[in-house]
């Protein structure tokens, strides 16, 4: 994908292609040094982050809507551990969507 495609794309577009790996950051150099994918870039690593956590054993405890965010609290009981992380509508639907792809459903 071109950079000057890249730049049209709004932000939920730059999540997905950044979640599902369709863009490289080096090949996209220009790209990646703006503030704003910058940011998509970090959430799509939380999102990962969270769905590893869930995937080695964590269990969702808790999910809360407020305002345009989601309050997801994952836990993991005999390690004392327990995570509080606040989603964005997009971060959330991916999140949905792996989690029923994994485990048909939490």
């Known amino acids: 994908m071109t950079e000057y495609k890249l730049k049209d794309l709004n932000d939920d577009e730059i999540f997905e292609k ?31 982050g969270i769905l590893k956590d869930i995937k080695n054993g964590s269990i969702m405890t808790d999910v809360e809507k407020k305002d345009s965010s989601y309050i997801l609290k994952i836990e993991r009981k005999e390690l004392s551990y327990i995570r509080t992380v606040i989603l964005s509508p997009v971060q959330y639907k991916f999140f949905q969507i792996e989690t029923n792809k994994s485990s048909g459903g939490i």
């Open 18 to 48: 950044l979640y599902k790996e369709e863009i490289s950051r080096n090949k996209n150099y220009e790209f990646f040094k703006t503030e704003r994918v910058r940011h998509i870039h970090e959430q799509v690593k939380l999102l990962k």
